[in-house]
């Protein structure tokens, strides 16, 4: 088996290298190239299309062929964004919704997991709550948010909870599943060499179920930033939230609408930075 260093050459398992030829690598190199090239037409045309959407949007709005009233337009957003901006006040509540998220998404992906390790290790209890976490799984969660503020106070703790509502049951039969699928006959083997169940945790079940947990993490981010806007929505005086739910109680869809694109821009750079997270780890 060979494996290629950065000058080209190819490394076999003794130590010892052997060049690669030069046709080898230079097709290797016109790969990457064209490889490149195709995410930068990607990203371009992605930016092109965005900014076509606005410019549409734009003239929409100027042109009256659509009701601004209804559905302002881009300049208007970006008129009020200036004003929060200028006054330092969209920090404030941008930080207050990335932390409840941070912390609803740190202690939901944990617990969840942890049910899910319990759930594994002890069949007999996964039998047990099999039906609650089937039930509760079909709850709409969302119906559910006056509740769990009532019961965790209408403050920082009630929208954390909500969030946590939210994404820890989808953790762990997510989690469950995956640890479940992982090949019966690897665990007997491990078994028939004396392993015990936290060894066999350890060095199997975990490691093959690293890129489930990580595709798992991405889906539990969306779901407590949805968590955290719903439970702003009902009790919070900051947050993103709460910029929309008081523009549309005082009619004012350019603030609605500028809570909207920073949350898209929130998920966006959340998201990345869960993909940047997943690089390093398999690359490590």
């Known amino acids: 088996m060979q494996t ?3 000058y080209g050459d190819a490394w076999r398992q003794d130590g010892s290298t052997v060049a690669m030829s030069v046709e080898t690598k230079a097709a290797h190199d016109a790969w990457l190239l064209t490889s490149r090239r195709k995410k930068q037409k990607i990203t371009l045309l ?3 299309l965005l900014l076509s959407m606005l ?5 929409a709005a100027r042109m009256d062929w659509i009701d ?3 559905f302002s337009s881009p300049s208007a957003i970006i008129e009020v964004f200036w004003i929060y901006f200028s006054n330092g006040t969209i ?3 941008i930080g207050i919704t990335m932390w409840e998220t941070f912390v609803g998404f740190v202690i939901g992906t944990f617990t969840g997991i942890a049910v899910a390790i319990m759930l594994w290790w002890w069949p007999v209890l996964s039998r047990i709550l099999d039906p609650f976490l089937v039930v509760l799984n079909a709850l709409p969660k969302t119906a559910l ?3 769990v503020i009532v019961w965790f106070g209408a403050g920082l703790t009630g929208i954390i909870a909500v969030a946590v509502s939210i994404c820890i049951v989808v953790t762990i039969l997510s989690a469950y599943t995956d640890f479940r699928s992982v090949d019966a006959d690897k665990i007997r083997m491990l078994e028939s060499f ?3 169940r936290a060894q066999i945790l350890r060095k199997l079940i975990l490691p093959a179920n690293r890129d489930n947990m990580l595709s798992l993490a991405k889906i539990n981010m969306g779901l407590c930033l949805i968590g955290v806007i719903v439970g702003e929505f009902l009790v919070s005086r900051s947050g993103i939230g709460y910029l929309i739910v008081y523009g549309s109680q005082v009619f004012r869809l350019d603030l609605v609408m500028m809570g909207v694109v920073i949350l ?5 750079i959340l998201n990345s930075l869960i993909n940047l997270l997943e690089h390093q780890i398999k690359k490590s």
Not at 55 to 59: N, Q, S
Not at 264 to 268: D, I, L, M, Y
């Open 194 to 196: 004396g392993a015990t």
């Open 264 to 268: 898209a821009v929130c998920a966006w």
């Open 91 to 93: 920090w404030a509540h």
């Open 4 to 6: 290629m260093n950065d």
């Open 55 to 59: 410019a549409l949007w734009e003239l």
């Open 46 to 48: 992605q930016i092109l």
């Open 145 to 147: 948010a006056p509740i």
């Open 68 to 70: 601004t009233f209804l």
